[in-house]
């Protein structure tokens, strides 16, 4: 059986609007968070203790700094995609708060 056109066409646009349904609810699982809560109350005056920050960012505290890394780049990307620059805000402050992590390493060149 071929595929035709139309229906390769229906399966790309299924295929994104999927991918934008997951994307849609792992941002609004950061909208539920405590930390993010907080910030909406209190602006950038809380504190982000390490043990939120790795939840907020799906992650443990066996997991490694690159990883957090890069839960906190595809998170920016996510919101991105959506045009939530509100989150993305926030997710940035929270890595301002943990430079040990998050700083970007200067290599010698």
Do not use: W
């Not at 997991?63 to 993305?88: A, F, M």
Request: with cysteine.
């Amino acid at each position: 059986m071929r595929l035709r056109y139309g229906d390769f066409d229906t399966k790309i646009r299924n295929r994104i609007k999927d991918m934008r349904g997951k994307i849609t609810r792992v941002i609004l699982e950061v909208e539920k968070h405590p930390l993010y809560r907080n910030y909406l109350k209190d602006g950038k005056h809380i504190q982000v203790p390490e043990t939120l920050l790795r939840d907020l960012l799906f992650a443990t505290m066996d997991t490694s700094d690159e990883e957090l890394r890069e839960n906190l780049e595809k998170l920016k990307e996510y919101c991105d995609l959506l045009g939530r620059e509100d989150i993305k805000e926030f997710l940035e402050f929270c890595a301002s708060k943990h430079r040990n992590i998050f700083a970007v390493k200067q290599e010698n060149h």
